[in-house]
């Protein structure tokens, strides 16, 4: 089954070069290695292997490419060799010799020889014997090994890494006589950080042999064997290779795979997650004149915004919170709904208006977890065709603990409110969606547990021992919120519905999964019996070649808790879908489909209830044929099975669905019976319980053997047993039989292993990357590279069986989509692999990123086949742990990629707690350990299930007897086995988790290996413990081949516990190695040994806990003893007893560092056992050595230390990766000379405090000539940086463009250019600045989004275009489009002459921006306490009992010569030059606050009412006074003074609190800031530097230090030259010279020379300052989240603010300056109602029968309704005009900079004050038709938004229904610009179809006036003194009856009422006849009745 071609050699070479071969097969290429140098003759001499999956055609193609190899350009072609492989075929075995074609196909001299091997798969061509090849078998393994590592890992499934040092080789030695002679050229690699993935394979360091360092990508890292031998064995001990941080660097040959090292499940447990929801506005609701209310709903949470009276679009701007606290799966299930509802009130629910819904996962995978500023659709779900019912804006975001949510600023929202472009939908689904047809059909169920959970039915089998199933099962199905059931099925295990659930829902819908639930139908409680989720994105593509929803039919399977008869199960969550299930529960036979509505049809149903239908019922070949499946399993060793468990006897279960299961399991499915009745096909398979005897069935058929036999442990040590298997080995297996649907999984398989090897090569070139080593994008290429190939393959592979019975359609259509995906991957690896270079590595290796998040989410199938396998360890028939295994993993296929990856082979497998019961510290102890040795395949494939064991066994069948060979054995004996000695050097851990309520622990390591453990010694009080210590383990005992168990040996387990000294050990965490193997035969010496140090990741739960460094060698002891053993050298330690430590070749190469420490004080220490500390130290200690700081005399007045630089000298490890940590600990000194701990750190990575002596080059570089930078006078600052931004990036500069134009265009379209006034100095303000900052911010952020979007689009071109050859003609257009653009910009510079000084806004803290001000002055947190058991950061707050300011610095002695002291150089200092001292400093604190947003709601109304509190040392300011009523988005404006004294008050909180009427306020979040490390750093972050410097206006400089002193002053500190100020506005800086204005402008406009601005320029420029520059801090508000210690990790709000520190000793600042919020400015809105025309007409009018209107019209601003105003009636309109002359007057308070209204008023009666509302400036005029007896009729409205609305047109006629509905096309105004408008607009419904119509028009005048002027000009209202309007002139139609009467009366009777009065006048006649008949009834009865 492969093809095998060995390249010999190339010989009649031309001249002399680097050679290269490349061989193809099949589209897959592999490449020899570079043969350096060589002349006439290239010796390959390698051997490449190609696994076939299908026989090899003869008319396949074999073709070698020869090259001459650059190390720059690509490679040469030399010549092709190609040959068809016909003769290969039918012989299976060929060698030639042939020359070669260049390109021209002429014969060249060059002759290469080759030899080529086939077998095939049927075995057809003869055997061969393995050592035809070579001469030398070693050398032929290697170069086999060699290729195997490089490319063709993909294919040999064994998941070996890409390059690798020849770890595996497939050895023929001891088989083909090659003993010895080998040991000296192999060499395990050795791995830095090496972590926990078993099987990762290591790469060499290339820096000891430069030579090599650009080899072709395929071959990134050169095989270590070869090397070895080219270096003569001598590699350098202390080269550290390279080994990934997620793999542990072994060796992994077929026979195991990789253990998975997280214990913890982590998917049940519950967080906290909180869910924001702010309700802006709603529009174009449907209906006429209503009062909506908007209702949020998240599962039985209901809250509603309040009511808006009589409006279409409503503006609510409510922000509504909901907290949630349950695990992740529960709450991406559940849905928001938003609904509107229609005139609610205390007594009615209201109408629906219509609702839009999606769930929270939607919400959470959004970018930032959010939606913002959307416009989500409302449609009604009782009427679906109806359409659309409106739109509600709306923000959504979801945060769990520890997203923070960046929210775009929310100052101004003058955003346009384009509904269309923003709506709330997710990316890539339509704006129309569609109404849709779920059917979800549900077929049968079987495998139902036997269970019945209530007391009744017990009591009946009890009585009337009735004995049926006791279970009534039916299916519940719930999608999108509604809930559809099948009917109950009564008393069966086995139940058939037959039916379909129909949900009519939107699509694509908003909600992502479909919850299928098998419950158990009980009138007491009904409970949930399996559960399974059908993701939809999994089921369809919305590509364009993509697929609607389908699934099957195909069978799921339901895992959930175990199936014993319990009357609680503890586990009934696992039921509900909640956690991993542990069990095999049920399958079930549904099917999904989906169907588009066409809502114009007329039958369709149009309410969305859920419906039920019967259906038909479905063959049993549907969801494919039975197959007869065979699993086996072999349990090679049992150790780590935990004490706790006691010490009766443990055996383990194996069970695949319900075979094998003890408690209801079954052996067979039975007999095929047919129907009666039903059609001949129809089958039903019935499973039969298990038979009592086990007796073998007729046909020699195997009785399943599921358990292994229960057997005592023994003990290992005080924490775990093992079993005593020894040679004997337990075995299991099963039959069972599935519908054969192994395609699915061998698609996903072959899928997994791409997705593995590319995992792996990422974390390989992470792992490059963060050790600093050559050449990254060597690896990443060839990860590309790889990839590519693996895609190809799989296209390849996956076309088969494409008919196979039971393939769905979603089978069919994932096949297509995936074949395209990979298609589309290749071809895009392909590309990128060209595109990765240096610099582009960190975009490309992201984009990479995205490949293997979508080939894990292909690979995940959704439609089961073969369930999964559960491996239990049951002591005295109690179920303890459990395993969970994949059955795809272990399935086999004759194809390698196909085959799972843990197919025949040894898995190391830890067992764990099933359920709640797993979560916290009780998951992280090992259960048990086990070897487990599994096979699945067909039963007829099963001849090879034995061929993954280890070799060395005998099989010991169940039966003895004829024809039983084929049997499986029971159990295996091993026969061969070695002895070996385990070395385990245990170096050093770091990083550990504090056990100890010290915060420290004490630390020792337990190593398991087979049946045996080892300890450490105990150190005490630390997390970084140095152990130095060999442990050895004698007289191991291992079985198997000596030679498997070299390339494969067992892992070693390391756990690491905290000792106490009373009770029980604490569990710390564990990792895993594998040792390197050293046989009897080989040399112990270089490359591989002595081994070497690695990092291990140790692992507690799911979280990391730390570090291990150690080395493990495991060396066979041979025949003639230990005595030939390497010797352990050295004596035992002295000073430490009979413990051996760490030898000499393997302990690190140290070398003598010297440390120096900067202290400088110690900050909010917490009190130690009740006691204050008064008197603490500092000690530091480094590999055993260490320092201690001075004594602090009293921690109260001065926690600074009197000596600052104190340092010690220790000897470090060369190599910096190893270096150990650094621990400082402070004490506090009590009397009597006692000592307590206070806290601790321990500082993980001294990396980034190594010196490194400043680049010399730089140095040459400052002695350069001047550099000149040139600063335009005109244009601010701010403006030129933009201008070089974007000039070197054009991509924004479209941006800008692109807007001018647009905004030039409007202005043209005005007709006329409104010249935008220039804002008058007096008006600005600071909020003029902040707004205009805002402006800008926002700018820039589009300009990014436009530039990152422009740079993909690029990218993506660039992709496709990689195949065509550009033009010229386009560069040459895209240079001059260029140019326009540049031209363009300068022209918009020079245009935009308003320049507004602006600020920074940071969205974030100010530190996060600055490196948290460590410049130089480092802060650590001290940590005392334990950790908790959940991996909370939360617990990490509380830990911290204070912090230490200070710093480090590391570096090798002596000192380079050449590091030039500096004049002025202190040598107390050392390495800490020039920083200030730390005495006392008294600094006065200005705290601006400006505003909070989004706060968490404190009161029940969902609003609070916050004022800000100040701390600062024992200063508190409350602001209580000034709370701000019912806001969450407060604006406070204030500024608070504070005089502190560094270092003791140097943390300033800011919070926001709730003002209570009642009570306690309550705090809503704060905010911590650290004072002193701002005021010391040099990024001077004191008072922040403004955009210009001015004396006097809005901009005033408020730093009383004037930017010429503070240049001067910084110039001084950093010793440079400067400043020197020239003639004509020049300063020199160094050797920068810049340039700037020099004139400045007093109040009273007179202009002084000055070189302020100079200095100023300079100083915003200061990072360009060689040497000494870094940025200076600009003047800003920045964005500090609040966070209540009540609710970690979430946000509850955010501040804006600033601090300014003014030192007491220098001169005092002015005032502070004034940030007060703007008071809304009172105007006037005069509305003038002239006319009205074309008004409709509503009534019929009871005389004359026309139609007529009587018509008023009705006005108000947004906000106040009740102070709506009407005109008069004009009655009897019947042309629809109406006359008015009618004043409306509205006054209001505006905001200017917000565009808002400001309303303030009492929320209800019950209020205690007043609301303030701000809300958008909003006309609305409506028509109305006056009724007198019932309402009036609502016909019409318009709403203008003051600020920009449509210019009213000149005459009616122009007047047109555009003007409302499509505002963009006409010229719009501002009425606080033009004041004064006279014209016509129109008035528009909705008509019964929904559809906007005119009503109507009115021309109307509006004026606005300032309050003032208002007061002198006043009007009156309606036609009122002062300044009345005249009577409208009406015509006299209107009194028509009343002129006329009789006409009227003649029309009434004779056309309108006729036939009515006829029919009355009948009517009274009748009636009066029946009241004659009753009246003489009674008389003439009695007269009758008498005979009178």
């Known amino acids: 089954m492969a093809l095998i071609v060995h390249l010999k050699t190339v010989t009649d070479l031309r001249g002399k070069g680097d050679r290269i071969a490349k061989v193809a097969f099949r589209g897959l290429s592999f490449y020899t290695r570079v043969l350096e140098n060589c002349e006439d003759e290239a010796q390959f001499d390698e051997t490449f292997r190609w696994p076939t999956a299908s026989n090899i055609d003869g008319n396949e193609m074999l073709e070698i490419q020869v090259f001459n190899y650059s190390k720059v350009f690509t490679n040469r072609l030399i010549g092709t060799f190609g040959m068809v492989l016909q003769q290969v075929v039918e012989d299976g075995q060929l060698d030639i010799a042939d020359t070669l074609i260049d390109d021209n196909n002429s014969s060249i001299r060059t002759c290469v020889s080759i030899g080529i091997k086939y077998q095939a798969m049927d075995g057809t061509v003869g055997v061969w014997n393995e050592s035809e090849f070579l001469e030398n078998p070693n050398q032929r393994a290697e170069h086999e090994a060699t290729f195997h590592f490089e490319t063709d890992s993909l294919l040999s499934g064994s998941g070996q890494s890409f390059a690798v040092s020849g770890e595996r080789m497939f050895r023929q030695r001891g088989r083909d006589g090659g003993e010895g002679g080998e040991g000296g050229e192999r060499r395990s690699g050795k791995g830095v950080f090496s972590g926990m993935k078993l099987g990762k394979t290591r790469h060499s360091k290339d820096d000891h042999k430069k030579g090599h360092g650009d080899e072709p990508a395929v071959l990134e890292t050169e095989d270590l064997d070869r090397k070895a031998m080219r270096l003569g064995g001598g590699l350098d001990p202390d080269t550290i290779s390279l080994a990934s941080v997620t793999a542990v660097t072994t060796n992994v040959s077929n026979k195991r795979s990789k253990p998975d090292i997280k214990m913890e499940p982590s998917a049940g447990r519950p967080q906290d997650y909180q869910v924001s929801i702010t309700i802006i506005e709603a529009r174009q609701l449907v209906g006429l004149n209503m009062d909506p209310v908007v209702c949020v709903e998240i599962g039985d949470d209901k809250k509603y915004t309040s009511m808006k009276e009589s409006t279409n679009c409503p503006y609510y701007n409510e922000y509504f919170v909901f907290d949630f606290h349950v695990s992740p799966d529960v709450m991406f299930d559940k849905i928001v709904k938003l609904s509107v509802i229609h005139s609610k009130n205390l007594l009615r629910s209201g109408t629906l208006v219509g609702m ?134 009564k008393n069966t295990y086995e139940p058939t519905w037959n039916e379909q659930i129909i949900f009519t829902e939107m699509f694509p819908p908003l909600c992502t999964r479909i919850k299928v639930q098998i419950r158990d139908s009980d009138k007491v409680n009904e409970v949930a019996i399996g559960t399974h989720f059908v993701d939809l994105r999994k089921i369809a593509n919305d590509g364009d070649k993509g697929f609607l929803p389908t699934f099957g039919p195909s069978w799921v399977n339901m895992y959930g808790s175990t199936r014993n008869y319990t009357l609680m199960d503890e586990h009934q969550d696992l039921n509900e879908g909640l956690g991993e299930g542990v069990s095999f529960r049920a399958r079930l036979l549904i099917s999904i489909s989906m169907e588009i509505l066409d809502t114009t049809s007329t039958e369709i149903m149009s309410s969305t209830e859920v419906q039920v239908e019967t259906i038909q019922q479905i063959s049993d070949l549907a969801t494919g044929k039975m197959e007869e499946f065979f699993i086996f399993g072999a349990f090679l060793e049992a150790t780590m099975l935990d004490r706790r468990i006691g010490d009766k006897p443990v055996n383990f279960e194996v069970t695949i669905g319900n075979y094998g299961n003890q408690i209801d399991g079954i052996s067979k499915p039975a007999i095929h019976r047919k129907r009666g009745g039903g059609d001949g096909a129809e089958e039903e398979s019935e499973l039969l319980q298990n038979s009592s005897e086990d007796e073998v069935d007729d046909d020699g058929d195997l009785v399943p053997v599921s358990c292994t036999p229960p057997m005592k442990p023994v003990i290992t040590d005080r924490n775990y047993f093992h079993l005593p298997y020894f040679e004997k080995k337990p075995c299991t297996y099963i039959k069972s039989w599935w519908q054969d649907q192994r395609r699915r999984l061998y698609n996903a398989n072959i899928m997994d292993k791409i997705a593995d090897k590319l995992e792996e090569g990422l974390n390989d070139v992470q792992e490059i990357l963060k050790t600093e080593k050559p050449h990254p994008e060597r690896r990443l290429r060839g990860v590309l590279e790889e990839l590519s190939s693996g895609c190809n393959r799989f296209v390849s592979l996956a076309n088969k069986d494409q008919n196979a019975a039971g393939r769905t359609k ?133 001849k090879d299930f034995l061929s993954g064991l280890p070799s060395g066994y005998e099989e010991n069948k169940a039966v003895k007897g004829p024809g039983m060979q084929s049997f499986p054995p029971i159990s295996l004996t091993y026969i061969k086995k070695q002895l070996f000695q385990l070395r385990v050097h245990m170096y050093q851990a770091r990083s550990l988790c504090a056990a100890d309520s010290s915060g420290l622990s004490d630390p020792f390591a337990r190593v398991f290996f087979s049946t045996q453990s080892q300890c450490t010694e105990v150190l005490q009080e630390t997390l970084c413990p140095t152990w130095d210590q060999l442990l050895v383990f004698d007289n191991i005992e291992l079985y198997g081949e000596a030679q498997e168990l070299r390339d494969d040996p067992p892992i070693v387990v390391i756990e690491i516990y905290d000792q106490d000294t ?603 300052i060689p040497r000494v520059g870094c940025k200076l801090i600009p003047e800003h508000v920045e964005t500090r989240p609040l966070l209540n210690p009540e609710k970690p990790g979430i946000e509850q709000g955010r501040i804006e603010m600033f601090v300014d520190m003014f030192p007491k000793d220098m001169p005092a600042p002015g005032a502070a300056i004034d940030i007060a919020p703007r008071k809304p400015k009172k105007y006037e809105l005069r509305v003038i109602v002239w006319n009205t025309d074309e008004v409709i007409l509503e009534d019929d009018d009871y005389f004359t029968g026309e139609k007529s209107s009587d018509i008023f019209v009705r006005g108000w601003l947004k906000g106040q309704q009740e102070d709506k105003q009407d005109t008069d009636v004009h009655y009897h309109s019947l042309t629809g005009e109406g006359n008015f002359n009618w004043r409306f007057v509205y006054p209001f308070d505006y905001l200017m900079a917000e565009e808002k209204i400001v309303i303030s008023k009492k929320e209800s009666m019950f209020s205690w004050d007043e609301t303030e509302y701000k809300i958008p400036a909003r006309l609305t005029l409506q028509v109305w038709d006056a009724d007198h007896f019932s309402a009036d009729d609502f016909l019409g409205a318009i709403e203008l938004d003051l600020n920009r609305f449509a210019r009213g047109a000149k005459t009616a006629k122009l007047c047109s229904i555009e003007m409302a509905t499509d505002e963009s096309a006409f010229p719009t105004v501002s009425i606080f610009k033009q004041k004064r408008l006279k014209g016509w607009w129109p008035f528009v419904a909705r008509n019964e179809n929904d559809e906007m119509e005119l009503t109507g028009k009115v021309e109307a005048e509006l004026h606005l006036l300032t309050a003032e002027e208002a007061e002198k000009s006043p009007a009156g209202l309606a036609r009122n003194e002062p300044d009345p309007l005249e009577k409208p002139n009406r015509p006299d139609t209107s009194f028509i009856w009343f002129l006329n009467p009789l006409k009227s009366i003649k029309y009434l009777i004779c056309t309108r009422y006729k036939w009515l009065i006829v029919k009355i006048v009948l009517a009274l006649l009748l009636l009066f006849m029946i009241g004659l008949f009753l009246y003489s009834m009674p008389g003439y009865m009695v007269k009758k009745l008498l005979g009178a």
């Open 356 to 489: 839009f819904k999606l769930d929270i996962g939607t919400i959470y995978s959004q970018p930032e977890h959010q939606f913002y500023h959307k416009w989500a659709i409302i449609c009604d779900p009782g009427d679906i065709t109806a359409g659309m019912k409106g739109y509600v804006k709306c923000d959504i975001a979801v945060v769990g603990k520890g997203d923070n949510i960046k929210t775009p600023h929310k100052s101004n929202e003058t955003d346009e409110d384009e509904i269309e472009g923003n709506l709330l939908l997710p990316e890539g689904v339509p704006s129309e969606r569609q109404w849709a047809r779920y059917y979800v059909k549900i077929y049968r169920a079987e495998g139902l547990p036997k269970m019945n959970t209530s007391i009744m039915a017990n009591m009946k089998k009890a009585f009337i021992g009735e004995n049926k199933d006791l279970v009534d099962p039916y299916v519940q199905v719930l999608f999108a919120g509604q809930k559809g059931k099948t009917s109950v099925q």
């Open 810 to 942: 979603l089978d069919r259509e994932r096949l297509k989509s995936c074949i395209r995906e990979m298609e589309n991957m290749a071809q895009q690896a392909k590309t990128i692999r060209t595109q990765v270079k240096k610099n582009t590595l960190k975009d490309k290796l992201k984009q990479v990123h995205t490949f293997l998040h979508k080939l894990r989410f292909m690979a995940d199938e959704p439609q089961h086949s073969i369930p999964e396998i559960f491996i239990w360890m049951i002591c005295n028939n109690k179920r303890i742990a459990y395993a969970r295994i994949q059955s795809k993993d272990i399935l086999y296929s004759i194809v390698d990629e196909e085959t799972g990856k843990d197919c025949g082979k040894v898995k190391t497998v830890f067992l764990k707690l099933p359920g709640k019961r797993g979560f916290g510290p009780a998951g992280w102890t090992v259960q048990s350990k086990i070897e487990v040795y599994l096979w699945l395949g067909l039963n007829k494939q099963r």
């Open 1062 to 1664: 009373v009770g029980k050990a604490e569990y710390i965490g564990r990792t895993f190695s594998k040792p390197v193997v050293k046989m009897a035969e080989e040399e112990y010496g270089p490359p591989r040994f002595p081994p070497q140090l690695e990092y291990y990741q140790i692992y507690r739960g799911n979280s990391t806990a730390g570090d291990l460094l150690a080395a493990f060698e495991l060396l066979q002891i041979p025949p003639s003893g230990k005595h030939n053993l390497p010797p352990i050298d050295g004596p035992t330690d002295s000073d430490r007893g009979p413990i051996l430590p760490v030898p000499k070749g393997i302990r690190p190469v140290l070398s003598k560092y010297r440390i120096e420490i900067l202290f400088w004080g110690l900050r909010d220490l917490k009190r130690v056992n009740l006691a204050q500390v008064d008197r603490p130290r500092v000690d530091i200690e480094c590999a055993g050595k260490g320092v201690q700081s001075a004594l602090i005399q009293n921690y109260k007045k001065n926690p600074n230390f009197s000596i600052l630089v104190k340092y010690f000298e220790v000897d470090l490890p060369e190599n910096e990766l190893l270096h150990p940590p650094l621990n400082i600990r402070v004490v506090d000194c009590r009397a009597f000379g006692r000592y307590t701990l206070v806290g601790s750190h321990a500082v993980g990575s001294l990396r980034k405090f190594i010196y490194r002596p400043p680049d010399n080059k730089v140095q040459n570089w400052t002695n350069a000539g001047d550099i000149n930078i040139n600063m335009e006078t005109e244009i601010p600052v701010k403006k030129i940086e933009t201008v070089v931004k974007l000039d070197a990036n054009s991509d924004a500069v479209v941006k800008v463009d692109a807007n001018e134009d647009e905004k030039s265009k409007k202005k043209k379209k005005k007709g006329e250019e409104i010249e935008e006034e220039e804002p008058d100095e007096s008006m600005l303000d600071w909020w003029s600045k902040y707004f205009a900052s805002i402006e800008t911010l926002m700018e820039q952020l589009r300009q990014q989004e436009a530039a990152a979007a422009e740079a993909e689009e690029k990218e993506d071109m660039e992709i496709a275009a990689e195949g065509m050859k550009q033009s010229k003609s386009k560069d040459k257009a895209k240079a001059q489009e260029k140019e326009k653009k540049k031209k363009q910009l300068e022209m918009v510079e020079k245009k935009e002459k308003v320049k507004i000084d602006e600020l920074r806004i940071y969205d974030k803290e100010l530190e996060a921006e600055f490196g948290n001000f460590e410049d130089w002055l480092h802060t650590f947190n001290l940590y005392r306490g334990k950790i908790g058991d959940d991996d909370d950061s939360s617990t990490e707050e509380e830990r911290i009992v204070g912090r230490f300011k200070g710093s480090v610095c590391v570096y090798k002695i002596p000192l380079a010569d050449d590091i030039a002291r500096e004049a002025g150089y202190e040598p107390t200092f050392g390495m800490f030059q020039g920083i200030p001292s730390n005495d006392l400093v008294n600094v006065l604190v200005r705290v601006y606050v400006v505003r909070a947003t989004e706060l968490h709601p404190a009161d029940i109304n969902g609003k609070a009412d916050p004022y800000i509190v100040i701390k600062l040392g024992k200063t508190e300011i409350k602001d209580k006074e000034n709370y701000i009523s019912k806001q969450l988005n407060p604006v406070f404006g204030k500024s608070f003074d504070i005089e502190a004294t560094f270092p003791m008050e140097s943390m300033l909180t800011v919070a926001i609190y709730d003002w209570d009427l009642v009570g306690t306020d309550d705090l809503i979040g704060e905010t911590k800031l650290d004072l002193e490390n701002r005021y010391y750093s040099k990024h001077r972050a004191t008072c922040g530097i403004a955009q210009q410097y001015s004396i006097h206006g809005y901009n005033i400089w408020r730093d009383p230090v004037k930017p010429t002193q503070m240049l001067t002053k910084l110039c001084k500190e950093g010793k440079v030259d400067g400043p020197h100020f020239g003639p004509g506005g020049r300063v020199k800086v160094a050797n920068r010279v810049f340039t700037g204005p020099t004139e400045i402008e007093d109040e009273n406009g007179l202009k002084k020379e000055t070189d302020e601005h100079l200095s100023l320029i300079v100083l915003q420029h200061w990072e360009g």
